[in-house]
Nanobody, 120 residues
Framework: QVQLVESGGGLVQAGGSLRLSCAASGSIYSGYSMGWYRQAPGKQRELVAGIISSGSTVYAQSVKGRFTISRDNAKNTVYLQMNSLKSEDTAVYYC??????????????WGQGTQVTVSS
């Protein structure tokens, strides 16, 4: 059984920064792809950033140049550094772990989510 626990969300002013962490327990290893997704009120959940098992990263166009995903396999933890935050980044952010390199769809393991609110 895999458990994912997110932390680091909160309230920040526009232009500020936050770092989200996702600690994984259970049978997580470097062969898993990890992703950060977000869901804003009234909108569908979307992929924000992902790091696949090979180490390659992908980003939503809206966050490129502002967000950085990284992972520490020794700690079973993935991070999302968010800089230059905008009000439209306000959402619940979810961590996901899955086998394979396909980051679309809702399969895999999910954390409980952490709220990020950016005030303008």
């Amino acid at each position: 059984q895999v458990q994912l626990v997110e932390s680091g969300g909160g309230l920040v002013q526009a232009g500020g920064s936050l770092r989200l962490s996702c600690a994984a327990s259970g049978s997580i290893y470097s062969g898993y792809s990890m992703g950060w997704y977000r869901q804003a009120p009234g909108k569908q959940r979307e992929l924000v950033a992902g790091i696949i098992s090979s180490g390659s990263t992908v980003y939503a166009q809206s966050v490129k140049g502002r967000f950085t995903i990284s992972r520490d396999n020794a700690k079973n933890t993935v991070y999302l550094q968010m800089n230059s935050l905008k009000s439209e980044d306000t959402a619940v952010y979810y961590c996901n772990a899955r086998l394979g390199s396909n980051l679309s769809g809702s399969y895999g393991y999910w954390g409980q989510g952490t709220q990020v609110t950016v005030s303008s």
